[in-house]
């Protein structure tokens, strides 16, 4: 009973320092730039900064299947996995466009453009550039799957239907916490809005 317990005290406390440690990683992690334009009840609208991404487009829409595949893919570059075998800091959130065929995408730190940025190795890697744009973003909790996703993309959709709010079919999943992080997990759906001063 007694080795029992001290078998469970480390095991708890090996949980808390992982979690202590996901958290105070995330807080030094460079963010995807927005100002907030409004928020309402369930959900709020912002104005992202044009962006450059790294990318690699998966032929599915499976979020499991795009994200592990994509994450891995994106990862093996920024770890080293270019003709220069440079590291580049990870950035949140890593973002992945809701359609038939899925585009992974982690924002490129602020110090790096696309002429000083490392060839990749694996040539299904873009550089691809976002322009700013206006979005409205809602946010939940836990491990996202699929039928989450889907979920809180009608759940938006019915929101902004009710607010007169136009939108646009370009919707997106935003991650923000590793895989091994379990406490106080952030997830999002956004979607491209249309001219909001016409609403």
Do not use: C, H
């Amino acid at each position: 009973m007694k080795i029992t317990l001290i078998v469970l005290g480390i095991l708890v406390l090996g949980f808390v320092i992982v979690q202590i440690y996901a958290m105070k990683s995330q807080s030094g992690i460079e963010n995807y730039p927005y100002k907030v334009v409004k928020r309402f009840p369930r959900f709020e609208i912002r104005n992202y900064e044009a962006t450059l991404f790294t990318s690699v487009k998966l032929s599915t829409n499976n979020y499991k299947e795009a994200s592990g595949k994509g994450f891995s893919i994106l990862a093996g570059y920024i770890f080293g996995g270019n003709e220069t075998n440079e590291k580049i800091a990870m950035t949140s959130p890593v973002s992945m466009s809701l359609e038939d065929s899925m585009t992974v995408m982690f924002m490129v730190p602020k110090k790096f453009n696309k002429e000083n940025l490392p060839k990749p190795n694996q040539s299904n890697i873009e550089f691809k550039e976002e322009p700013s744009k206006t979005m409205a973003a809602i946010t939940f909790g836990g491990w996202a799957n699929s039928k989450k996703i889907e979920a809180y993309k009608k759940k938006l959709m019915t929101a902004l239907d009710e607010e007169g709010i136009s939108y646009s079919n370009k919707f997106y999943f935003f991650g923000y916490n590793p895989p091994f992080e379990i406490l106080n997990r952030k997830n999002e759906v956004l979607v491209e809005l249309q001219d909001i001063s016409k609403n």
